[in-house]
C-alpha cells in the first residue's frame, strides 16, 4: 500500500473504522484492515489509489475526528519548523502585550485580519507595533509570565521528534522576547523572530530589518532541509495564519493548526480537535514512544 490514512480522535470504535474503510472502499480506493496506533484513540488505514479522494471520503465525517492522508513513504518527519502564535502558544503576543497599553481590541482586530490573509503582513506588523510606541519595556517580562503559556502537546511533539532524531525550527513573525524563552522551554533547535527597536527602557515603535514573514518562513524550511540534506518530502510545517501557507505548502505534510479558513482550506492536512501530539499519530508514533514534555 503506498498512502496511509490516519483517525486521532478522544474515541474512536471499530464501528467509525469500518465505516472509514466503507467511505474509502466506496471511493474506488482499496485498503488494508485498520491498524491501531493506540486502542481508541489513533487508528492507521493503509489504502493504493488517490489520496485526494481518500480526504475527500474521510475529512468532516466522523464528529471530533482528525484525519491525515499522506504517503507512506517518508512518514515520520526529520525537520519540522512551526509558527509560534495560535500554534506553539495559544496566545498572539502583540495582542496580548497591547491590552498592557490599553489598545487590545484595536490591536487585535488587525491581528485577525492579517492571519486571515485580508492585509499584507509586513505593512500591519509595522502599524501594529506603532501603536506601541512608548510602552515600557518592562511590559514584555509581565506579558510573557502572566499572559504566554504553552499549547497542549507542544512540548511532546517537539522533544519526541528531536529525540528520534529529528531537527525542529520555530519560526515566528511576532518576536524574539517571546519567542527565544518559549522556543527553549518547548526544546526547539533553532528559534527565528522579529526584534522590537527599544531605547530608554521604551518601545520605539518600530521592527528591526529584515521582517520575519512567510517568504522567510518557507525560505527557512528550504534552506535548512537543504543543509541538513533532506527532501523536503521529510518535512513537516505547522501553522495557523496566512502567512504559514507558503511554508505549510513546501512540506511533505503542511499541517494547518486549529487555523484560520484561508489556510484550512489550502493545507493538505488540518487539526480541528486535537492538540498538537496528533502530528506524531500522523507519523506513526504511538503514545509509547513519546518523549512526555
Given at each position: 500500500?503506498d498512502?496511509?490514512?490516519?483517525l486521532?480522535?478522544?474515541?474512536?470504535?471499530?464501528?467509525?473504522?469500518?465505516?472509514?474503510?466503507?467511505?474509502?472502499g466506496?471511493?474506488?480506493?482499496t485498503?488494508?484492515?485498520?491498524?491501531?496506533?493506540?486502542?481508541?484513540?489513533?487508528?492507521?488505514?493503509?489504502?493504493?489509489g488517490?489520496?485526494?479522494?481518500?480526504?475527500?471520503a474521510?475529512?468532516?465525517v466522523?464528529?471530533?475526528?482528525?484525519?491525515?492522508?499522506?504517503?507512506?513513504a517518508?512518514?515520520?518527519?526529520?525537520?519540522?519548523?512551526?509558527?509560534?502564535?495560535s500554534?506553539m502558544?495559544?496566545?498572539?503576543?502583540i495582542?496580548?502585550?497591547?491590552?498592557?497599553?490599553?489598545?487590545?481590541?484595536?490591536?487585535?482586530?488587525?491581528?485577525?485580519?492579517?492571519?486571515r490573509?485580508?492585509?499584507?503582513?509586513?505593512?500591519?506588523?509595522?502599524?501594529?507595533?506603532?501603536?506601541?510606541?512608548?510602552?515600557?519595556?518592562?511590559?514584555?517580562?509581565?506579558?510573557?509570565?502572566?499572559?504566554?503559556?504553552?499549547m497542549?502537546?507542544a512540548?511532546?511533539?517537539?522533544?519526541?521528534m528531536?529525540?528520534r532524531?529529528?531537527?525542529?525550527?520555530?519560526?515566528?513573525?511576532?518576536?524574539?522576547?517571546?519567542?527565544?524563552?518559549?522556543?527553549a522551554?518547548?526544546?526547539?533547535?533553532?528559534?527565528?523572530?522579529?526584534?522590537?527597536l527599544?531605547?530608554?527602557?521604551?518601545?520605539?515603535?518600530?521592527?528591526?530589518?529584515?521582517?520575519?514573514?512567510?517568504?522567510?518562513?518557507?525560505?527557512?524550511?528550504?534552506?535548512?532541509?537543504?543543509?541538513?540534506?533532506?527532501?523536503?518530502?521529510?518535512?513537516m510545517?505547522?501553522?495557523?495564519?496566512?502567512?504559514?501557507?507558503?511554508?505549510?505548502r513546501?512540506?511533505?505534510?503542511?499541517?494547518?493548526?486549529?487555523?484560520?479558513?484561508?489556510?484550512?482550506?489550502?493545507?493538505?492536512?488540518?487539526?480541528?480537535?486535537?492538540?498538537?501530539?496528533?502530528?506524531?499519530?500522523?507519523?506513526?508514533?504511538?503514545?509509547?514512544?513519546?518523549?512526555?514534555?
Amino acid at each position: 500500500m503506498d498512502a496511509i490514512a490516519t483517525l486521532i480522535g478522544t474515541w474512536l470504535d471499530s464501528d467509525m473504522l469500518l465505516a472509514a474503510l466503507a467511505r474509502l472502499g466506496d471511493a474506488g480506493l482499496t485498503c488494508e484492515e485498520a491498524v491501531w496506533l493506540d486502542d481508541c484513540i489513533a487508528a492507521d488505514i493503509p489504502f493504493t489509489g488517490d489520496m485526494a479522494a481518500a480526504r475527500q471520503a474521510l475529512e468532516g465525517v466522523f464528529e471530533g475526528v482528525d484525519v491525515f492522508v499522506q504517503p507512506a513513504a517518508h512518514r515520520e518527519k526529520r525537520l519540522i519548523v512551526a509558527d509560534m502564535d495560535s500554534t506553539m502558544i495559544p496566545v498572539e503576543c502583540i495582542d496580548e502585550l497591547a491590552d498592557y497599553a490599553g489598545i487590545k481590541p484595536q490591536i487585535a482586530e488587525v491581528t485577525e485580519r492579517a492571519m486571515r490573509g485580508e492585509l499584507d503582513f509586513a505593512a500591519a506588523l509595522d502599524a501594529r507595533v506603532a501603536l506601541l510606541k512608548g510602552l515600557e519595556e518592562s511590559a514584555i517580562e509581565r506579558c510573557l509570565a502572566e499572559r504566554v503559556t504553552l499549547m497542549p502537546g507542544a512540548r511532546t511533539l517537539i522533544r519526541t521528534m528531536r529525540a528520534r532524531g529529528g531537527h525542529a525550527v520555530l519560526v515566528s513573525g511576532g518576536f524574539t522576547r517571546f519567542a527565544e524563552p518559549v522556543g527553549a522551554e518547548i526544546g526547539f533547535d533553532q528559534v527565528i523572530a522579529n526584534t522590537l527597536l527599544i531605547e530608554d527602557g521604551r518601545l520605539t515603535g518600530a521592527v528591526a530589518r529584515p521582517i520575519v514573514d512567510s517568504a522567510t518562513k518557507e525560505a527557512t524550511l528550504r534552506a535548512v532541509a537543504a543543509e541538513r540534506g533532506l527532501d523536503l518530502a521529510e518535512t513537516m510545517a505547522v501553522g495557523d495564519g496566512a502567512n504559514d501557507l507558503p511554508m505549510i505548502r513546501a512540506a511533505g505534510l503542511g499541517v494547518a493548526y486549529h487555523a484560520k479558513p484561508i489556510v484550512a482550506t489550502a493545507a493538505g492536512a488540518r487539526v480541528d480537535h486535537g492538540d498538537l501530539t496528533a502530528l506524531l499519530y500522523a507519523q506513526g508514533i504511538k503514545r509509547a514512544e513519546w518523549v512526555e514534555g
